[in-house]
Each structure stands twice: as C-alpha cells, then as structure tokens.
C-alpha cells in the first residue's frame, strides 16, 4: 500500500514528495512497475522487462584478429583463418608481446630507467626471440 502525502507536499522540492515518489517507483502490479515522472508527479505503467533492464558493462575483449587478417592478405589474398586459429594464432601474439614486455621492463629497471625505450625493445627482441627470427625482427624493424 503507497502512503499518499499531503496535497502541499507534492512539489517537486519536498521531501515527503520524494518519498512518494520512490514508493510510488517500486509499487509492482503484477508484472507492471510504475515510474514517476518528476516534472508532473505522475506514475505511468512500463513493463517489468524494461524497469529491471540492466547496462552492459562488459569491456571489448582486446585481439590482434584484425591485424592478423591484414598481415594474411598482404602475403595471399586467397588464404583465411578459421576462428579457432585465429584464437590459436591471437594466443601465440599475446604470449610472444607479454615476454618481450617483461624482459624490456627488466632490462629498464636493470639500467635504472623508469621508461621503456626502443633500444630496450631490441635487446629483449634479441633475447626472446630465437636468432634468425631475431635477425628478421631487427630487419622490420629499422626499415
């Protein structure tokens, strides 16, 4: 049951107004909710699918899908990746970035640096990677 207020406290600056208000807001009927228009102090009826209805908040999940797709097409444009080889393929790139990451960061703390700069990157290329896809690397690298 909604405890109506006294007709003077139904302005819109009222506190008695404003618990009105909020009963009137979740008071359900069945499967009809009722929200509160606060210009005009009037309940209008929506359904229970809209009044319970929640924001996603889930963040995009970050891939290299794109630029692998790209990196594909500039070798054969014939050639594509089912998903799961793309996710085998994604996994692989985030692996080989999080060990380069850690040893650059290393080699900066090691030098006493609180930036990672590109000769860092190349030393820890030239360690993590093996020495022929090493040499490759450096070659892309500096064209």
Do not use: C
């Amino acid at each position: 049951m909604i405890r109506r207020p006294p007709r003077s406290t139904l302005s819109s600056s009222s506190a008695a107004s404003d618990v009105y208000k909020r009963q009137v807001s979740t008071q359900s009927t069945g499967s009809l909710y009722f929200i509160v228009n606060k210009s005009t102090a009037m309940a209008t009826k929506i359904s229970k699918s809209a009044a319970t209805k929640k924001v996603s908040t889930r963040k995009p999940r970050r891939t290299w899908s794109l630029y692998i797709q790209r990196a594909m097409k500039d070798v054969n444009k014939d050639i594509s990746l089912s998903g799961k080889s793309m996710k085998v393929v994604n996994s692989f790139v985030n692996d080989i970035f999080d060990r380069v990451a850690v040893q650059a960061s290393n080699l900066a703390r090691a030098n006493k640096k609180r930036t990672i700069g590109s000769s860092e990157m190349q030393t820890a290329v030239r360690l993590v990677l093996p020495a022929e896809l090493a040499k490759h690397a450096m070659a892309e690298a500096t064209k």
